[in-house]
């Protein structure tokens, strides 16, 4: 397999990927620093399951697929670059649909939005997905 060197904005990015399993993770014992579990709260209000176990398996969720993604990028893992999309989209989506209806999240949506930005530019784009030689190319 070809080694790719790892460019820097994607360790900075793996990093915030871990550092955001490590909050979801905190938003799950006693202590809540960014109060996601209010966020939560807020979002889950349109549901009529017991909200405290929604609450917990989303953020639960969330800090295993931050944890893998900030590990695969680090490791310059092709479906990490992909989860790291899916994720950011549906922070894009979250955060943006909470900018209009509750307050402004335009720290995080600039965040995700660069994040977005800078995984799709072509360096990047192809450092992750044109790692196989060519015989191991599928046809």
């Not at 349109?46 to 929604?54: L, P, Y």
């Not at 697929?65 to 990490?80: I, N, P, S, T, V």
């Amino acid at each position: 397999m070809n080694r790719v060197a790892r460019p820097a904005g994607v360790t900075l990015i793996a990093l915030l990927m871990l550092a955001t399993a490590v909050v979801y993770g905190l938003a799950l014992s006693p202590w809540d620093p960014l109060q996601d579990v209010a966020l939560m709260n807020r979002v889950a209000s349109i549901t009529t399951f017991n909200r405290t176990g929604i609450i917990t398996g989303v953020l639960a969720v969330g800090a295993l697929l931050h944890a893998l993604a900030g590990l695969g990028m680090l490791f310059m893992m092709a479906w990490a670059w992909r989860l790291t999309i899916l994720l950011t989209g549906v922070g894009l989506a979250i955060y943006l649909v909470l900018d209009f209806t509750s307050g402004p999240a335009s720290l995080r949506l600039a965040l995700y939005a660069a994040i977005a930005f800078y995984l799709n530019t072509r360096a990047v784009r192809d450092a992750f997905l044109r790692r196989r030689a060519p015989d191991e190319a599928h046809p």
